[in-house]
């Protein structure tokens, strides 16, 4: 296995204000724990797709295919894997843009697996809108979703709550310590980081996962690293930071705070007795032991 040195910049996505000890309690260890069988110096290398050309417009969701920049970025990242590193697999979505991001990879077509669970959130309803549109078209939902990003659950489509438990068989499938290439999504690989990092619930809808980097992940001496190694091909950000709740003011129904907060409390309730099982004895002693 070889896999390049970098001096490449951490990420470390706990650091944050938020305080929301009822939610971390709930979500940050059954979401956090490494899991039992992780080999130390197990690497994961993971990517999202090259730019999209709904990336370029600002719209969620669809089926859409990769910029011409993207395809720079697909070009580039096979370069970059075929010289640099080996993989026995190469994980993708089953949706276009990532297919079209391994294109590149030396042995491609017998090297993928395409998994169901690593496709990007499903935004239902709203899919293939831009989020000026879906602002327009439904302020409610659009603040319902602002106010509440973590459990808000498009109509007909997922919540970041759902994305979380849907890559929960895919988690166990990554931590054995195989050499592997992960191409998904922004929302996933939220999902994936969270559960890697023990990042507080809360959080996860806003870690930032931008495009056209690689991102090296490290498990040793019970903690992952995550280095962003980027492949230097110009890209749109569709970062989204945090929206000040009296920006949204003059949107919807003046009530909405308060419906949307308590849906909070009820879905964080009803997730923490649906999260997965987890060795709290184990964990217990890995909390001793660091
Ligand atoms: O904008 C790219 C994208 O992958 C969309 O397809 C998806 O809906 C979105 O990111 C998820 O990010 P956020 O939760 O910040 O809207």
Redesign the pocket.
């Known amino acids: 296995m070889c896999f390049l040195h970098s001096t490449v910049p951490v990420v470390d996505n706990r650091n944050s204000n938020v305080a929301l000890q009822d939610t971390d309690e709930i979500f940050q260890l059954p979401l956090g724990v490494p899991l039992i069988d992780t080999p130390n110096g197990r690497v994961l290398y993971i990517t999202r797709h090259g730019e999209s050309m709904?990336?370029l417009e600002n719209r969620?969701?669809g089926n859409p295919s990769l910029s011409n920049r993207g395809q720079q970025y697909a070009q580039k990242l096979g370069q970059y894997v075929n010289k640099n590193l080996k993989f026995d697999k190469v994980w993708t979505s089953e949706l276009s843009r990532t297919l079209e991001t391994s294109a590149h990879i030396k042995d491609i077509e017998k090297k993928r697996i395409m998994k169901p669970e690593l496709n990007?959130?499903m935004?239902g309803i709203f899919d293939d809108l831009s989020y000026e549109e879906f602002k327009d078209q439904s302020p409610i939902e659009y603040k319902e979703r602002e106010l509440n990003?973590l459990t808000y659950r498009y109509p007909e489509g997922e919540s970041y709550l759902d994305v979380c438990s849907r890559i929960e068989p895919v988690m166990s499938e990554m931590d054995t310590g195989e050499n592997l290439l992960v191409i998904c999504?922004?929302?996933v690989i939220r999902c994936i980081l969270a559960r890697l990092q023990r990042t507080p619930a809360i959080e996860i809808?806003y870690i930032k996962v931008p495009l056209h980097s690689l991102l090296k992940i490290t498990y040793l001496n019970g903690q992952n690293t995550v280095e962003v190694i980027p492949l230097n091909v110009a890209c749109v950000s569709?970062y989204?930071p945090k929206t000040d709740p009296t920006l949204l003011s003059g949107l919807g129904d003046s009530k909405l705070e308060l419906k949307a907060l308590t849906k909070v409390s009820s879905e964080l309730k009803k997730t923490s007795l649906e999260s997965p099982k987890i060795n709290t004895n184990k964990l217990k002693a890995d909390e001793r032991e660091h």
Do not use: D, L, M, W
């Open positions: 709904y990336n969620i969701g990007e959130i935004s990003k999504h922004q929302a809808p569709t989204r």
